[in-house]
């Protein structure tokens, strides 16, 4: 925690600040200090320092931590984020630290996954160093029947942090998918709890994963025609920390927005929609094929099969064929 407070202040204090500055602000020896600052530089950090200034920080690595994130999030946000270098998934990590802390808009945030996990237990492919692994909290007082939107909500916030931070516009595949290039780069897994004596919402867990700095070429050979990654589109390396900064400053607006908002977000994703008009394969195994035709007003996919019958998808999965 210590480095991280000392990096916050080296980030946003323009030109050299004193060691003596530092440790009075922090309540911190000047021992603290100079150890935080070595601890950075052998994380990449370049820090310069000065007998009679103090440090500068010159340079910094596309690194996903606590110190990054509370350099943009400030320290109020921040009591309600915790951040890992490696977990088995985000999800598992909020569910079980939300027994003891059920605050609305805890995040957990990864480096990296070893169980990141997809939609129907299929994993997610969840290297270090170059993706956002991200889940939040979500705590709604409504019936689940007005829940089953959220995913595409969240698909909505994220493309909207996406477009702010690096701005392209991505597009989403019905009902979770990110799209660029017609590839995917973003899905996102929404878990529900509900009280079994109620029947109300005790809890929805939302896991966001996002490749942003993937190099191309680096995907396993089962995803390398599919997958793509922020960089590979755009050929640009992106903060990692500013568009995690970016996404949750969008779900804490879609938990304010909820429900209230839905007009806003269905528009916006009937806008950024890639399913309607084409030809789709329903996968669950029955082989159909149907057409496409709108999504409806609970973010359902309006379908017409070829003998004429519709169907309004509210789950599943799908498949757009190649034209």
Sequence with gaps: MTRDLVLSILKTRKGYVSGELISQELGLTRAAVNLAVKSLRKDGYVILSSTKKGYILKSAPDRLSAGELLTILGPERMRTVSVFDTVHSTNRVLSELAYDDPTDGRIVIADAQTGGRGRFGRSFFSPDGCGIYLSCLFRPETPPSSSVSVTAWTAVAVSR???????????????????????????????????????????????????????????????????????????????????????????????????????????????????????????????????????????????????????????????????
């Design 161 to 323: 942090a996406v477009e702010t931070v690096c701005g392209v516009r991505p597009g989403i595949k019905w009902v979770n998918d990110l799209i660029l290039g017609g590839k995917k780069f973003g899905g996102i897994l929404t878990e529900m709890s509900i009280e079994g004596e109620s029947g109300r919402i005790r809890q929805i867990i939302t896991g966001i994963g996002i490749n942003v700095n993937n190099p191309p070429g680096s995907f396993p050979d089962d995803l390398c025609a599919t997958a793509t990654s922020l960089y590979a589109e755009t050929g640009t390396i992106f903060s990692r920390a500013e568009l995690a900064c970016e996404i949750i400053r969008e779900l804490d607006l879609l938990r304010t927005a909820w429900p209230g908002g839905q007009d806003d977000y269905l528009r916006e994703y009937r806008g950024r929609n890639i399913t309607t008009g084409r030809t789709i394969l329903l996968m669950d195994g029955s082989g159909r094929t149907a057409e496409a035709e709108s999504i409806g007003e609970d973010f359902s996919l309006n379908i017409r099969f070829p003998d004429g019958s519709t169907e309004h998808l509210t789950s599943g999965e799908i498949s757009i064929r190649q034209a």
